[in-house]
């Protein structure tokens, strides 16, 4: 039976890590972790804020994933959006998702990722 999604992984063109390691630990707040020794020798590198793990993997014949994307939940997400924006990144917001606030990013590489916080319920 599934119990929980154990990581996402988003695939990275060879030699980006620094710009991975800007993007998803100094600008999102993630934290790097260790990949096993037999997977670091291939490049790329891992995140990890609370529960929530990103894979990154370098893939040769790269293509930016527009438009599949992990769905990160968040809170406050007005103040998140503004510290991506205070740290360079682009924020795009979207009110069409009934019951959440959200808004997209890229990663450096063209990677789409989803922030989205639930709206309480009124009533």
Request: glycine share 8%; net charge neutral.
């Amino acid at each position: 039976m599934l119990a929980a999604v154990d990581h996402v992984q988003l695939a990275a063109p060879p030699g980006s890590e620094p710009q991975l390691r800007t993007y998803y630990a100094d600008i999102l707040g993630m934290t790097e972790i260790p990949k096993p020794p037999a997977l670091a020798a291939r490049g790329g590198c891992w995140f990890q804020y609370g529960p929530v793990q990103l894979h990154l993997g370098i893939e040769e014949d790269f293509r930016p994933a527009r438009k599949a994307h992990p769905g990160l939940r968040v809170t406050s997400i007005e103040a998140y959006a503004r510290r991506l924006e205070e740290r360079g990144a682009k924020v795009v917001r979207d009110d069409t998702l009934p019951g959440h606030r959200r808004f997209y990013s890229e990663d450096p590489v063209g990677n789409r990722l989803e922030f989205l916080e639930p709206v309480p319920a009124s009533g």
